[in-house]
Nanobody, 124 residues
Framework: QVQLLESGGGLVQAGGSLRLSCAAS????????MGWFRQAPGKEREFVAG????????LYVDSVKGRFTISRDNAKSTVYLQMNSLKPEDTAVYYC?????????????????WGQGTQVTVSS
């Protein structure tokens, strides 16, 4: 089992940047592919980005390509989401998730472990 704790959310103006972190504890972090999801009020949870166990393979939803970057530091058991050029439509609760496989998935049901979420609010 792995426990996940997100941090780094907050209020930012449109065009600004935030860096989310997700610290893992418990089982070996490098044995998990990781994903970032987000959920806005009244909407379904949406895949944002995923990264493989090794960190060499990543995937992004089209709406964040070129603006967000997912990365991981297995030595620190942490996954990051660097968010640049933020837009009001990026406003949501952001969650990190882990699955004990090599590669990420874009489907939230395929992740076994979740953090509690961190709020990101982008003002126009």
């Amino acid at each position: 089992q792995v426990q996940l704790l997100e941090s780094g959310g907050g209020l930012v103006q449109a065009g600004g940047s935030l860096r989310l972190s997700c610290a893992a504890s418990g089982r070996t972090f490098s044995s998990y592919a990781m994903g970032w999801f987000r959920q806005a009020p009244g909407k379904e949870r949406e895949f944002v980005a995923g990264i493989s166990m090794s960190g060499f393979s990543m995937l992004y939803v089209d709406s964040v390509k070129g603006r967000f970057t997912i990365s991981r530091d297995n030595a620190k058991s942490t996954v990051y989401l660097q968010m640049n050029s933020l837009k009001p439509e990026d406003t949501a609760v952001y969650y990190c998730a882990a699955r004990p496989t090599t590669y990420y998935s874009g489907t939230y049901r395929q992740y076994d472990y979740w953090g509690q979420g961190t709020q990101v609010t982008v003002s126009s």
